[in-house]
């Protein structure tokens, strides 16, 4: 690509060439094909994107994470790994590395954790995502935003689909979280069309599995961990707003076809299998232990009502939908619970 291609500003309107990726990702003595950083890797979805990057022997991953809900467990059987490194960074700090690909997924993702420090939340959001798209710019990676659900807000058009804009509120108490969001796939597609950046948008819809923090506070690891507990389901009222729940290697499978593609997204990814809480909280009962009851509890503002992807696009342009149904992933996570808390089954 020619540096007038990148001065002119017009290009007929269309997203400028990316840039050359930068020579100084040769600089070590082991070469790897692609230098992979993910911020965000000490996560519940980070660490498993983290084990199937490594699974490739040309894949060299650097994790850049806070471990503002991360944790160095996840992480664990990679530490000391010649292909593995981990810089303890705070995204909203600039980062220098030398990198092929960026997938950007720090930031908190349950409602009590983004909700505990509502502005350092929005500063992750927006200048965390410009530090890595100032990143990609200067190295010439391509970049991959996990976005969410959330930014369609309650919404008024269902199931979802990516060409809806939403209905969020800009000023409640999960904006920092939602608005954030949508700041950051704006600024990825202003990176996009100024200067010409390779990026990918998901959004992901809610995700669980293994690794989950327990007392992480979003349904599915609460209703488990209560369940494995023998303590009451806390179904926030009214119990009949709607989720869909996609197990993590699938998501993890998507957020990968979606780097390795060529479409831009936003891109929904999740499983369509939608549930009630109340529902949701039957199921756990019916698997783990029917004698715990559900209780309705008091929910907090903004709750959306119902939310359901509409996940054409992804099986269009990724050949991508979800293969675990929630039966069968429920039972592998309560393994990892019942093994972290230390409940074997048919303990009580
Ligand atoms: N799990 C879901 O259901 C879901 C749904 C939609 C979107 N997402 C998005 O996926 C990503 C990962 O979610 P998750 O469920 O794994 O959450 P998680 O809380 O387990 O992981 C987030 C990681 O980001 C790190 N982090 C937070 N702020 C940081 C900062 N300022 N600098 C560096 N690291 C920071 C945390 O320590 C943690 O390791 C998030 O961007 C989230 O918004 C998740
Ligand atoms: O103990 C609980 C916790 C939550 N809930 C309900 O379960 C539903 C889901 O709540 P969660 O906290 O798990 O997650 P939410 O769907 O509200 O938000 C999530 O959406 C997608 C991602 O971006 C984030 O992971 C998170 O913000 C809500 O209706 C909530 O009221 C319960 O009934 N009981």
């Not at 796939?185 to 990026?199: A, C, K, N, P, V």
Request: proline letters at 7%; hydrophobic letters at 35%; one cysteine or more.
């Amino acid at each position: 690509m020619s540096k007038e291609a990148t001065k002119d500003s017009h290009n007929n309107g269309l997203p400028k060439q990316p840039p050359s990726p930068s020579p100084l990702r040769f600089s070590k003595f082991f070469q790897p094909n692609m230098r992979i950083l993910v911020t965000g890797g000490a996560g519940f979805i980070g660490s498993h994107l983290v084990d199937k990057l490594m699974e490739n022997e040309k894949n060299e991953v650097i994790v850049a994470d806070n471990f503002f809900t991360g944790s160095k467990d996840n992480l664990s059987k990679w530490i000391g790994h010649p292909r593995f490194e981990f810089i303890r960074h705070d995204v909203t700090e600039p980062l220098m590395v030398e990198v092929d690909q960026i997938y950007h997924l720090a930031c908190p993702a349950s409602p009590i954790f983004y909700k505990y420090n509502p502005v350092k939340t929005i500063k992750t959001n927006v200048i965390g995502t410009l530090n890595m798209l100032g990143l990609a710019k200067r190295v010439g990676a391509r970049i991959l935003l996990t976005s969410t659900s959330e930014v369609y807000g309650d919404p008024l058009e269902h199931p979802q689909t990516e060409e809806y804009w939403g209905n969020v509120n800009p000023i409640g108490v999960r904006s920092c979280y939602d608005e954030g969001k949508r700041v950051a796939e704006t600024l990825m597609f202003d990176y996009h069309r100024q200067h010409g950046i390779e990026i990918r948008i998901a959004r992901i819809f809610n995700t669980y599995g293994p690794r989950m923090n327990i007392d992480d506070g979003r349904v599915v690891s609460n209703f488990l961990a209560q369940a494995i507990r023998g303590e009451h389901l806390t179904v926030q009222a009214p119990g009949t707003q709607t989720r869909s729940f996609c197990y993590v290697s699938d998501m993890v499978d998507g957020l990968i076809r979606l780097m390795e593609g060529d479409n831009t997204g936003p891109i929904n990814l999740g499983n369509p299998g939608e549930f009630t809480m109340m529902e949701l909280a039957e199921v756990v009962r019916e698997l783990i232990d029917p004698a715990v009851p559900a209780k309705i509890v008091e929910n907090t503002p903004d709750d959306p009502r119902q939310r359901k992807p509409n996940i054409t696009k992804a099986k269009e342009v990724l050949g991508w939908e979800p293969q675990v149904v929630l039966r069968e992933g429920l039972p592998l996570m309560e393994a990892d619970f019942r093994h972290r808390l230390g409940i074997p089954k048919n303990y009580r």
